[in-house]
């Protein structure tokens, strides 16, 4: 559909051949004599765009620019006058005005900046429509998790997004590091601005030093043209520096120079530059470690450290994992048109007891493929892979009898057939005779634990 414009003059010749050229065009169109009677139909009706006429009377266009910056600041006004002056347009522009068409009109003009001024105004509209859905995303409130370690973690985050602080996360690979930044960003008060992300572990030094500077045209074989780097395109924002421990003592020399000075040279050019730029760095390494034995710089280490934030791995927050389970099959429900809508005790006692030395990467891959490839509505223990169901011997101390002696007699079966099978390298004929059954009743209980 196309804007909603609101024409405002003191001329009803005006009025009706704007009218007729906007709603000619597809445009929905309201129309104003002056100033109050335009805050009269706008408080109505919000328009996409104001066109109004500077001299009016009882209140003129100069007046009515004035009051839609203070109570409507994102509407865009464009100014109309047979009387204008350089001084009035540059006083209108300067008041904020988007643009200034002087009488006698050229229609040609004023669709053209009318069309442009409205595509500028959609573009920014949907550019806060997604940044408010980042913002929600990664609010946090969705952040998952009632353990006290983790309740802690989320406090700490909170309190470090208001800051303009150097941040260092640690953790395991796969615990949500990136989420942790990401969360961090888009509730500061750099959430207008960039926030621009660089995996140092992927990238050869001098690639890494080109993506992060910039480089100018004949810096090195191929460098065709000027390109920025990581730093200028988060100027104003956020850098997530993943991975800072896999870079050479090269390019930390480098990087501590931009995070003390606040400016650097892009490769194979003279100008320095200035950014304003807010450093979140992580890291799965052992940083004292690599201090120790010479490959990590300390005076690197402790500017990064400021504010360290350490994410525990899944194994030691146990207790978020079905939280964390639910809100994964929620998830996929949605994206695979799924709907599952219950776990098993047992599926979820078996999750919560594995060590998923993957951590939360690991258990969402697990979810998705269960979601997949499952057929039922709940999920079951036929639904999880071997390595999980061959986890966690069965126990008196964790029997759970409400699943009655059939369920937990095949329990227990399939669990010993998976622990022969890997201990007899998966050879069918052997584990069959470790067993001491016959191969045709060990296939068939092979088909009927759905065991490959």
Do not use: W
């Amino acid at each position: 559909m196309k804007p909603r414009i609101l024409i405002v003059d003191d001329e009803p010749d005006t009025l009706v051949l704007m009218d007729e050229l906007f709603t000619g065009k597809g445009y929905l169109t309201d129309m104003a004599e002056n100033g109050i009677d335009a805050l009269q139909k706008i408080k109505v009706n919000e328009p996409d765009i104001v066109l109004s006429d500077i001299k009016m009377p009882e209140m003129d266009g100069m007046q009515l620019l004035e009051v839609l910056r203070k109570e409507y600041p994102n509407l865009p006004v464009i100014m109309v006058s047979a009387h204008g002056t350089i001084e009035t347009a540059v006083e209108a522009m300067k008041m904020g005005a988007k643009d200034y068409i002087l009488k006698p009109l050229r229609l040609d003009e004023i669709l053209s900046k009318v069309e442009r001024i409205t595509q500028l105004s959609s573009l920014i509209k949907e550019n806060e429509y997604l940044l408010n859905k980042l913002q929600q995303k990664y609010d946090f409130t969705n952040m998952i998790g009632k353990t006290d370690i983790i309740k802690d973690l989320f406090r700490l985050v909170k309190d470090v997004a208001g800051t303009n602080t150097t941040v260092l996360i640690r953790g395991e690979s796969g615990v949500g590091k990136e989420l942790i930044a990401n969360a961090i960003h888009y509730n500061s008060f750099r959430i207008k601005h960039p926030f621009i992300k660089v995996n140092c572990g992927v990238l050869a030094e001098g690639l890494l030093e080109s993506e992060l500077f910039g480089h100018v045209r004949g810096a090195f074989t191929g460098a065709i043209k000027d390109k920025i780097g990581r730093f200028e395109m988060a100027n104003g924002g956020t850098l997530f520096l993943d991975e800072i421990g896999d870079i050479s003592l090269n390019m930390q020399l480098k990087l501590l120079r931009v995070l003390q000075e606040g400016e650097f040279e892009r490769v194979g050019g003279t100008e320095t530059i200035r950014v304003d730029v807010r450093i979140i760095a992580a890291t799965n390494k052992n940083l004292e470690h690599a201090m120790e034995d010479g490959s990590f710089r300390q005076d690197l280490y402790y500017r990064l450290n400021v504010i360290p934030i350490v994410v525990p791995p899944l194994r030691e927050r146990k207790d978020d994992i079905k939280y964390l389970v639910y809100h994964f099959v929620e998830k996929f429900n949605k994206i695979y048109a799924r709907n599952i809508v219950n776990i098993e005790p047992r599926a979820l006692e078996l999750m919560e007891n594995y060590s998923f030395p993957g951590n939360i990467r690991e258990l969402e891959n697990l979810i998705e493929r269960i979601l997949v490839l499952s057929k039922d509505t709940v999920v079951s223990l036929k639904d999880l892979p071997d390595y999980i169901l061959g986890s966690m011997p069965k126990t008196e101390h964790n029997m759970d009898l409400s699943q009655g002696l059939t369920n937990l007699t095949d329990d227990f079966e399939k669990m010993v057939i998976l622990k022969a099978l890997k201990e007899n390298d998966y050879n069918k004929q052997q584990t069959a005779k470790v067993l001491n059954i016959n191969r045709t009743t060990f296939m068939s209980k092979l088909k009927k634990y759905n065991i490959n």
